[in-house]
């Protein structure tokens, strides 16, 4: 008899435990001879990497561009991306600096200039345009670096994620739709053993993601090219002659040519995600070979069924398949499959079903989720095994109704989000991905489009716990770069890139449908029959969208039509056109905002700066008022019964795409801004989103933060109006009340009825120090039903720092968990003598702030204020103050949370890792020490502050487990 060992996790779970279970088995031929016991174990991969951004001189610039010429009256080509310039030479100049222009053109008429890829045409038109010489193309890799010889100590040592464009510098000659960054290309290396016992096992090296295209060597070997940036991928190593074991060093390189992208927003490079090292038994459950769904079985009871695939590395062998459904870790019911004859070298599927009785469903407001076991047996010894979280729930589109979940009715109220932060770039930690889908559960969001790429697995991971509802999305689509970005995927390529995302996705109980494109890019119409084809082979279970984009050809192959910012009559035109297909707004609302900018401070907001208001500093563009342009779109689909929800673009302000330097964000956030502060249509989005609906709707989210049956909110900060602007305010109020009545210093300014959807302005309000109140007031104006004050304010005096994740007060936890990855996002605010939050009229020059980690596990990772024209370093430990705030982002870098053996083989296998985090020895450690930050402020006078963030080594405390958590308060 010998015990077995056997890891259990899936890779939708970031629970970073090794689970032993000793096991009573007969010894048997099949299991390795090197090993007394087989062991499935994920070890993490991210720490240590040598890394440097480049590949040798940069390539020379374009020959015999001459950017003070152009012609007139023609136009080259057709397509491509607009930008604001001043002047054809700046059109020309903005080609030239831009990967893969062919042609520019210039319209004189409103300062528009056009670059463009497709330069085959010229017509005559009142344009001034030119042509370029094609963009040299990149250096490839060089080969040296590939070597496991070749000196890298000199290379920046870092863990990931890690984005390796984020720390390059802002320039006005980059493209604005990369937020004036450059693309690059970059190397990372990484020196490390693989265990002696690990001999005659399967071994992998799982990629969650690598951007943008990928070569991999090992040993200086050749072994891998991925070309896709957002899909996952598994690489197997074992089967690689020159891998080395035992005390001997490996070195894998991976060269990341990130020189290209499919997008036209800002997108990252490099390690962005999570990697782990994996080893399992020669028999073992394929990757991503085991998922799990489930259908009723009666009104009470439930089926689970596990679709599981098992590949054999070694000689003939007889195996079954046990499925357990475990609920709060408890076995609640099992079934074993007949014996599977695996010959060697092969792979079989099986399908085993287990019937779960009272099943508790997977809801909106109630999302439970059940553990389901795989285990693969040989003569009754445990020989590979999976833990797969899912939830029982029933999906159903109404042509007429909209969506049932579970036979009720729900109203999707959502958002559409691209995968970058501020200061982070494309490397999110987990714990802001649970930050971000609270903050939009906080408005009363159920929903939230992954826009538009396979997203990082945290990101659904929390949306499963929180009871939100996915739209999980391809990137490419059509091939000729049909997605509108500069790489060249053929269709077969996209096809296997939507199966990834599919059978990687598949378990999550949050994903109940998946999009195969997003607007240009599914203008190939003909492509969604064979998208469709291969989403429903690898799951028959969900439905399939794509956005309406030109003709009706792809519809026929959708099981729901979406609908990217369309009008009423256009969703009714189609209904009546097609009265049998479900329908949904999948992008709705353009609507422009600026954190702070009041809207008689910019009156007048316009792509490049505001007019007909006070002069203001570059970069302010827009106001904070977007109330009446976000509800006039939203109601367009959210009044039609019909529809089966709406989903705001966006619910944050991202990186890229930005309308003019120096702003380097795209301001179509309605919650957040791009470093998550909250902007002020957050408060129109909860009064009509949350505090309006009722908690009986099963759509509507429980227990967020700050959940009132009524929101009143004054967008305006109530300071006087500059030098010869008179001295009269313009006052905004959001409320789902009936009537709000507006008071300055005790003295009533005047009482407003708001309608449906709408909000109040209190015109030509005098300015006088002091206080001014909103009162949300019933439906007969007598009876108060919340207020909310704004006060005046002097200049800044001190700062407080505070933390907004890991906190209970946004639903993200209580402490940091030291596992080397998590993160705390802290906030500074300037006050003024009295204590008040200082905001100022007009965002500015406002002082310098500076993190430091004064004692503790952690490190300053990046910083960020949120104004969508910083140009301040990412990296740097400091940032203006911007609307009276900063942010820094502090990650751990300290291992204590994982178990003892996870431990010991980071210490085993990470040869560099000892200078990259520190892995504990030590498991009687209980009180781990704080990270104490320190915070200073130039030129004000009381600068400092100090916060101490408290870290743990309690699992409980990672972003999954807190969001399930909270989602069973």
Request: hydrophobic share 35%.
């Amino acid at each position: 008899l010998v015990g077995v060992l056997f890891f259990i996790n899936g890779f939708g779970r970031k629970m970073k435990s090794v689970v032993f279970v000793a096991v009573a088995v007969a010894v048997v031929g099949f299991l390795p001879s090197a090993t007394a016991s087989v062991v499935r174990e994920k070890v993490n991969f991210d720490f240590a990497w040598r890394h440097v951004l480049g590949n040798g001189p940069p390539p020379p610039p374009r020959p015999g561009v001459n950017c003070s010429a152009g012609e007139k009256g023609v136009n080259y080509g057709n397509g491509g991306s607009s930008h604001s310039t001043s002047s054809p030479e700046d059109c020309c100049a903005l080609c030239s600096n831009t990967a893969m222009c062919g042609c520019w053109d210039w319209d004189p008429s409103k300062q528009t200039c056009w670059v463009k890829t497709n330069c085959s045409t010229k017509v005559q038109a009142d344009r001034v345009s030119g042509l370029v010489a094609p963009q040299p193309a990149p250096p490839g890799p060089d080969p040296a670096y590939s070597k496991p010889g070749f000196d890298d100590s000199g290379w920046e040592l870092v863990n990931a994620p890690h984005d390796m464009l984020i720390e390059q510098p802002y320039n006005q000659n980059n493209s604005e739709k990369m937020a004036f960054i450059a693309r690059n290309v970059g190397w990372y290396r990484k020196k490390f053993s693989v265990p002696e016992d690990w001999k005659g096992s399967t071994l992998w090296i799982y990629f969650e993601g690598v951007f943008h295209e990928t070569t991999v060597w090992l040993n200086g070997e050749q072994i891998a090219y991925h070309k896709a940036g957002y899909t996952s991928w598994w690489l197997r190593i074992d089967n690689v002659s020159n891998l080395v074991y035992g005390d001997g060093q490996n070195v894998i390189a991976t060269y990341v040519d990130a020189s290209s992208g499919t997008g036209w927003w800002y997108e990252g490079g490099g390690l962005i995600r999570h990697y782990w090292l994996v080893r399992a038994a020669p028999l073992h459950i394929s990757p991503w070979g085991a998922w799990v769904h489930t259908s009723a079985n009666g009104e009470n009871n439930a089926v689970f069924t596990a679709e599981v695939e098992i590949e054999n590395k070694d000689k003939d062998v007889d195996a079954t398949v046990k499925v357990s459904v475990l609920d709060s870790d408890e076995e609640i019911a099992s079934a074993t499959s007949n014996a599977i004859e695996v010959g060697s070298g092969m792979s079989v599927a099986t399908k085993v079903n287990v019937t779960v009785n009272n099943v508790k469903k997977w809801t909106v407001q109630n999302p439970h989720l059940y553990t389901t076991r795989v285990d693969v047996m040989v003569a009754g010894a445990i020989v590979d095994t999976m833990n797969i979280t899912t939830g029982h729930r029933i999906v159903r589109f109404d042509a007429d109704q909209g969506l049932f979940l579970n036979d009720q009715r729900v109203k999707m109220r959502g958002f559409c989000d691209h995968s970058s932060f501020a200061g982070v770039g494309g490397a999110v930690p987990d714990r802001v991905q649970l930050f971000r889908a609270q903050a939009l559960r906080a408005v009363g969001g159920n929903a939230w489009r992954m826009a538009h790429n396979p997203p990082s697995l945290a990101r659904l991971d929390v949306m499963d716990a929180l009871g939100m509802l996915a739209l999980d999305e391809n990137r490419d689509y059509g091939g000729n770069k049909g997605q509108g970005g500069e790489t060249q995927e053929s269709v077969t390529d996209e096809l296997v890139d939507m199966g990834d995302l599919v059978r990687r996705d598949r378990s999550h109980p949050s994903v109940i449908w998946w999009s195969f494109c997003n607007e240009v890019g599914c203008n190939n119409e003909s492509a969604a029959k064979d998208f469709r084809q291969v989403a429903k082979y690898w799951d028959p279970t969900r439905a399939v969208t794509q956005n309406h984009h030109g003709t009706n050809v792809s519809t026929f192959y959708l099981d729901v039509q979406g609908f990217s910012h369309k009008r009423t009559s256009d969703f009714t035109s189609f209904h009546q056109q097609y009265p049998e297909k479900p329908m949904a707004a999948t992008e709705c609302c353009s609507c422009m905002s600026q954190r702070g900018v009041d809207q008689d401070i910019c009156p007048n907001p316009k792509d490049g700066g505001c007019t007909n208001g006070p002069k203001l500093k570059p970069g302010i563009f827009y106001n904070n008022n977007i109330g009446q342009c976000t509800a006039s779109q939203v109601i367009e689909s959210d009044s039609l019964e019909y529809l089966s929800g709406t989903f705001v673009w966006s619910g944050f302000d991202y990186m890229g795409e930005a309308r003019g330097w120096p702003q380097n964000t795209k301001c179509r956030g309605t919650v957040a801004d791009v470093a998550g502060f909250t902007k002020e249509t957050a408060y129109w989005l909860k009064s009509v989103w949350l505090s309006n609906i009722s908690k009986s709707d099963p759509g509507r989210p429980l227990g967020v933060t700050g959940d009132t049956d009524t929101t009143v909110y004054i967008l305006e900060s109530w300071m006087p109006p500059p030098s010869g602007y008179g001295n009269a305010r313009t006052i905004n109020v959001y409320s789902n009340a009936q009537n709000v009545r507006l008071e300055l210093n005790g003295k009533v300014i005047g009482t407003q009825n708001i309608p449906y959807f709408g909000m109040a302005t209190f015109k030509n309000v005098t300015y006088a120090d002091g206080k001014l109140t909103a009162y949300a007031l019933d439906a007969t104006g007598t009876q108060v039903l919340a207020n909310y004050t704004i006060e005046s304010t002097t200049e800044a005096h001190s700062v407080v720092l505070t933390i907004d994740a890991p906190s209970p007060l946004t639903g993200t936890g209580d402490a940091v968990v030291a596992d080397g990855e998590d993160v705390a996002m802290l906030r500074a605010t300037l006050l003024d003598k009295e204590g008040r939050h200082v905001t100022g009229l007009i965002p500015g020059d406002e002082p310098n702030v500076t993190f430091t980690v004064v004692s503790g596990p952690g490190l300053i990772w990046a910083t960020h204020n949120g104004d969508p024209a910083n140009t301040s370093p990412s990296h740097a430990p400091w940032t203006p103050a911007y609307g009276g705030l900063a942010r820094a982002i502090v990650r751990s870098n300290s291992v204590h949370a994982t178990s003892s053996l996870h431990r010991q083989r980071l210490r085993q296998i990470d040869i560099e890792g000892s200078q990259a985090v520190y892995v504990a020895t030590d498991d009687s450690v209980s009180q781990l020490e704080p990270i104490v930050v320190k915070v200073t402020v130039d030129g004000i006078s009381e600068p400092t502050a100090t916060f101490s963030i408290p870290v743990t080594s309690d699992e409980s405390q990672l972003p999954l487990a807190v969001a399930s958590k909270v989602a069973q308060q």
